[in-house]
């Protein structure tokens, strides 16, 4: 599963202009879950540009009520009609707008009840690893966004150290695999082994069509989340082409 998160980046005629670019590279993509997630306002667009190919829609947050007075917030059955995905608690989220671990909760269990698949995200800072609080942050991090959740199987989080994020210093595959180990152990001691065998945990931090190999080559990474790459159509397609050469 290769993600690409576009951030609050692109214009309308931008958006429309690399979602049809992708469209015409990797639209036929099989065997791969190829996840595009412009902001709110170019949903649409792009859902009416990817509608007849294999590339899914996703949004980067959502609201856990629906039908509500909550000024700005999209509720998961409006963004149900257009999309397939949702990330939740991205750490720009939590970091820059103080988001919870209850608020990903909340979000996790609006978005399954609408159909919408979370993409959760997880990741502890340079200063929780240094201080050697990296598997405390991400069990809180697990426990806290995954309490009272039924998982689907299949169920997907993102780890991404906050440290890699647009930074152009990407984890190592050791250091990924590590966490995502944690991750995984988590998931199983809350849902049980079947179920955590069934999820995907892809890794996210400065993922270029260079580095993603090393990613994928462990049995334990299941794809990649994309920011930054994700909003040239070469660099993009450079790291879905380079999954689909793994696979094959
Ligand atoms: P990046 O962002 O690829 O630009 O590091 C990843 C993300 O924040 O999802």
Redesign the pocket.
């Known amino acids: 599963m290769i993600v690409g998160?576009w951030?609050c980046n692109m214009r309308l005629d931008t958006a429309f202009r690399l979602t049809d670019d992708i469209c015409q590279r990797l639209g036929e993509v099989e065997g791969i879950d190829v996840v595009l997630c412009p902001p709110f306002v170019y949903l649409a667009t792009v859902e009416s540009v990817i509608t007849m190919s294999n590339i899914r829609l996703g949004a980067q947050d959502v609201h856990w009520e629906d039908d509500v007075a909550a000024t700005g917030e999209v509720g998961p059955r409006q963004l149900e009609e257009l999309c397939d995905y949702v990330i939740i608690g991205?750490?720009?989220r939590r970091h820059a707008l103080g988001e919870t671990d209850d608020a990903v909760n909340r979000k996790v269990k609006a978005a399954l009840a609408a159909n919408l698949q979370p993409i959760m995200?997880v990741g502890e800072t340079l200063e929780e690893r240094e201080a050697g609080q990296m598997e405390t942050i991400l069990v809180g991090q697990i426990h806290g966004g995954l309490d009272g959740v039924e998982i689907p199987d299949g169920f997907v989080i993102?780890y991404?150290p906050v440290w890699?994020?647009?930074?152009g210093r990407a984890a190592t595959a050791d250091d990924a695999e590590g966490a995502i180990a944690i991750v995984r152990r988590e998931v199983s001691g809350m849902f049980g082994a079947a179920k955590a065998e069934t999820a995907r945990v892809l890794y996210?931090?400065?993922?270029t069509p260079d580095n993603i190999a090393q990613f994928l080559d462990r049995e334990t990474i299941d794809g990649g989340?994309?920011?930054?790459?994700?909003l040239k159509v070469d660099v993009f397609c450079g790291i879905v082409e380079e999954a689909l050469r793994l696979r094959a």
């Open positions: 998160n951030k991205h750490s720009e995200c993102a991404e890699a994020i647009g930074t996210g931090g400065s993922v989340l994309v920011g930054g790459a994700s």
